[in-house]
Structures are given as C-alpha cells and as structure tokens.
C-alpha cells in the first residue's frame, strides 16, 4: 500500500523560511516523480512543484517560482523560502508517474501538513 | 498556463439522480485530463486519468468523457457516498492546473 507522510508545517512569520518533507513507502520511490499540491484554506488545488524520477526535470508554480525548491533524495522536500501571507495553506505529498513529470495526474496523496504564515 | 473552468461550481442532487460536471480548457489538451474526488478532511482520490480511463476501484456509475477543449464527468445515479468536491485537471503540461472545483451537495 502507497504511504506519503508530509511533515514540517508549522506556523511562520512572513519572510522566513520552512522546508517540508514527504517521507515515502508502498513502492518503488526512486521511480516515480513526486509533486507538491497545496490548498489554501475553502479553497480549491494548486499545483505547486514536480520533480522527476531522477531530479534532472523540475518546475515549479509562478507563484513559487525563485522562492521554492523541489528536491528528493530518499524522501520528497520542498524548500520554502521568503514566505508569504497567501502561501497559508494544506501543502500535499502526491506521487506522479514513471515518466515525464509534466504529464502527470496523481494516484497517490499525502494527508497534508499545514504551513500557515501570519505576524 | 491552461486554465480548466468548471461549471457548476456547486449543485444540489439527489440520491439516484444522473449528475454531469463539465470541464472546459483554454486550450486543446487533446485527452489529457484527470478527475478527482475530495472529501471534507480529506485528500483528493483519483478517480479518471486520460480523460476516460476508470482507475481502479472507482464505481463504474462514474465516467468521463471528452477531448480537445470539453470534458464531463458523469455519474449515473448518484449515490449517498459521493456527495464531494470534485476537481479536474490539465496533464498536457507545466504548469499543471485544475479547474477550481464542483461541489456536489444532497438536495
């Protein structure tokens, strides 16, 4: 069975910075890309960052662009830096395919951890 | 960045009733669309990748159809359990978008 377990939200002041981890189990983590989606509070999904199996293709959300980093060793990480009010949200773990992350959807999710920036 | 719209974004629906979602991209995205179901509290669950095929373990009274621009998720009687949000998204490329979701509420 696919596990994903998101650690590391916690509540931030803007500016500061944050690294989330997604800690992987059920299937063969060195072959799949792994992604991050978030939810701001009643709000809807967004995309914000995918890596490939071999961490060579990366992208990431304009709205993160220059401030997150995806990254994977053998767990999934995303390196948060000069946080924002509206990067409050619900940050999910989500595995993608075997191939290019571009093209992905997501069979498997994390329950969330939960990032809120606020003074 | 392709941008999926969703029509409804809610509607109210009762048990048996045949319940159709549409998804409407701001480009051609040939068949390259996913559907998902969330729950309150929950994380979102595949339900239809490559805008027609049903993973598996979803109820057959779910379908999806459509390519190009227009997509629908249909379900054919809908049941007590499938009262959701129900969220589509573009898999053609990056940035990988969804479409800003459909609640489905019992009437």
């Known amino acids: 069975e696919v596990q994903l377990v998101e650690s590391g939200g916690e509540l931030v002041p803007p500016g500061r910075s944050l690294k989330l981890s997604c800690a992987a189990s059920g299937f063969r983590f060195d072959d799949y890309a792994m992604h991050w989606v978030r939810q701001a509070p009643g709000k809807g999904l967004e995309w914000v960052a995918g890596i490939s199996w071999n961490s060579l293709s990366r992208g990431h959300a304009d709205s993160v662009k220059g401030r997150f980093t995806i990254s994977r060793d053998s767990s999934l990480h995303l390196q948060m830096n000069n946080l924002k009010i509206e990067d409050t949200a619900l940050y999910y773990c989500?595995?993608?395919?075997?191939?290019?992350?571009?093209?992905?959807?997501?069979?498997?999710w994390g329950q969330g951890t939960l990032v809120v920036v606020s003074s | 960045a392709i941008q999926l719209t969703q029509s409804p974004s809610s509607l109210s629906a009762s048990v048996g009733d045949r319940v159709t979602i549409t998804c409407r991209a701001s480009q051609d995205i040939r068949s390259s669309l996913a559907w998902y179901q969330q729950k309150p509290g929950k994380p979102p669950s595949l339900l239809i990748e490559d805008a027609s095929s049903l993973q598996g373990g979803v109820p057959s009274r779910f379908s999806g159809s459509g390519s190009g621009t227009n997509f629908t998720l249909t379900i054919s009687s809908l049941q007590p359990d499938d009262f959701a949000t129900y969220y589509c998204q573009q898999c053609k490329n990056y940035p990988l978008t969804f479409g800003g979701g459909t609640k489905v509420e019992i009437k």
């Open positions: 989500a595995k993608g395919g075997d191939g290019d992350p571009q093209v992905d959807s997501f069979d498997s």
